[in-house]
């Protein structure tokens, strides 16, 4: 009774051994170091030289405290990649795709397990009975699409009463091997080829959503830069405004204006204030809907910086450009690798049309006895067998085989029409910023030429020979080409940074800056 007491204590105690926490943290840490390793391979394949755009300055990590902080870029990814509600989420995305590889690996590592068991029997004329046992079975399976499995087991039994107690042991090799049907490592072990290529597709379209992640933020944060400066601009043409209203007044009182042009001044000066504040209004929206986007409350004390975008010309042959996007791209490999999946599948499909001929093998040794160290396995015992499965009805199989070869003709158009979309989409985000920075080149010139208008027209206008329309009128051409300027240099950063994303070239580190 004392040997059957312990061996159910100790079965007891090992399905207690792990806590609901450990687990956790086990497979946090599994799953991190899968998550490295294919990231250090990614690395490792797309080692490439490119240029890439200036750097962003540092991180400056102060806490958003009551009083308004004015966020640079790089600021405000960092906050992003922490907070941002979607980013955690597409974190999380990956992290289960790694988890679904940690499950598939042990499937196919070696599978342990045991079995301990105490019985007692008694009945009215018998003999009361104890009996305990404990077994283990590793199991394995092979490069060649086999499994093979080795088990012992250990046995004990006490009559009650009496003392002719007996023991076994046992252990035993058993190995199923498939000779045709189901043979070779491409088969066995097709879904642990998947659920790794299936981590590498995941790994590479978090990366793509980090870059898309990354531009998209800087288009809202330039985008505020923008209307910040239209904000500014307002707010001194309402000035001017004022002004000029004033000094019409003040002109009407000496007779050297009209009732008209003060009435056009007293207009101007109301339309512009209207102006204004449409223009707050929008920009505080705008800055509410950047601060959700950032993960913070829309009630946080925060507006950007000032700074323009930094502008550079593009200037790459288009050959070039689509070659090195063809080299580069995750999703150029990543559907490229798809076109494979689909031929191995046609492969696995085509061995399913063989017959099944298997191998079975069986070697084992028992012993038993009334003392235990008596009862070592020292008996042994082979068995070996073939068994062979004709497939007289194949319609299944030939379904699916056929099926696999229009989807592997499929994912072949599929590759070949991707590559063809992306060289389009490079050329003609190539084109898209030649024509962005002409258009720069004739705003810089027609910003000079409506600042000399506007001296010439305040001039004339001082002079008296012009009204307050022709200068309001020059004023306000100026604004709109200074509106216009800050626009376009912020639609050439974006579509720059968009032209990288598809060259491959965009590296984003863990603050959501690009390198």
Not at 282 to 287: G, S
Not at 344 to 371: I, T
Request: hydrophobic share 40%; aromatic share 6%.
């Amino acid at each position: 009774m004392t040997r059957a007491t312990l061996l159910l204590a100790t079965s007891l105690t090992a399905s207690l051994v792990g806590c609901a926490g450990w687990h956790a943290e086990n497979a946090d840490a599994e799953v991190a170091d899968i998550l490295a390793a294919g990231r250090a391979q990614e690395a490792e394949l797309r080692s490439i030289q490119h240029p890439r755009p200036a750097e962003i300055a540092a991180v400056d990590s102060r806490f958003l405290g009551p009083e308004t902080q004015r966020l640079t870029l790089a600021e405000a990814l960092a906050i992003a990649v922490k907070n941002n509600r979607g980013y955690r989420s597409q974190k999380e995305t990956l992290y289960q795709e790694g988890l679904a590889l940690t499950q598939t690996r042990f499937d196919f590592g070696p599978r342990l397990s045991s079995t301990l068991s105490y019985i007692w029997s008694d009945d009215e004329f018998g003999v009361g009975v104890q009996s305990a046992s404990a077994g283990g079975t590793v199991s394995q399976i092979l490069p060649t699409g086999g499994t093979a499995s080795l088990s012992g087991s250990l046995s004990a039994s006490y009559p009650e009463g009496r003392t002719d107690q007996s023991f076994g042991t046992s252990v035993s090799l058993d190995l199923d091997q498939p000779l045709l049907r189901g043979a070779g490592r491409a088969v066995s072990h097709e879904r642990l080829t998947q659920a790794e290529r299936t981590l590498v597709y995941a790994l590479r379209t978090f990366e793509l959503f980090r870059q898309d992640f990354s531009i998209d933020l800087a288009q809202s944060y330039y985008d505020l830069v923008s209307q910040q400066q239209t904000l500014n601009n307002q707010v001194r043409t309402y000035d001017e405004a004022v002004y000029d209203r004033k000094k019409a007044e003040a002109l009407r009182q000496v007779d050297r204006n009209s009732d008209e042009q003060v009435f056009r001044a007293r207009r101007r000066e109301v339309v512009t204030q209207n102006g204004l504040i449409n223009a707050r209004a929008r920009y505080k929206r705008a800055l509410d809907e950047f601060k959700i986007q950032l993960g913070l409350p829309s009630a946080s004390n925060l507006d950007v910086s000032s700074l323009e975008p930094l502008y550079e010309t593009v200037d790459f042959d288009p050959v070039s450009a689509v070659e090195a996007a063809l080299r580069n791209r995750l999703d150029v490999a990543t559907s490229r690798q798809q076109m494979e999946d689909a031929e191995r599948r046609a492969f696995l499909a085509e061995n399913g049309l063989l017959p099944q001929l298997d191998l079975s093998v069986n070697g084992s040794f028992s012993g038993s006895d009334q003392r235990l160290q008596k009862a070592w396995a020292d008996e042994w015992g082979f068995s070996g067998g073939l068994s062979l499965q004709l497939p007289l009805q194949l319609k299944r199989e030939r379904n699916l085989y056929r099926n696999s070869l229009i989807r592997r003709d499929r994912a072949r158009r599929t590759y070949d029409l991707f590559r063809d979309r992306v060289g389009l989409e490079v050329r003609d985000q190539l084109r898209q910023l030649d024509s962005v920075e002409e258009q720069i080149v004739i705003q810089e010139a027609q910003i000079i030429q409506e600042r000399r208008a506007v001296t010439v027209t305040e001039i004339r206008y001082e002079a008296g020979l012009l009204d307050n329309r022709d200068l309001l009128e020059a004023r306000q051409g100026l604004i709109d080409a200074q509106n216009s300027l800050i626009r376009l240099k912020v639609d050439h950063f974006i579509r720059r940074l968009r032209l990288l994303r598809s060259l491959g070239l965009l590296e984003i580190d863990t603050q959501g800056r690009w390198k």
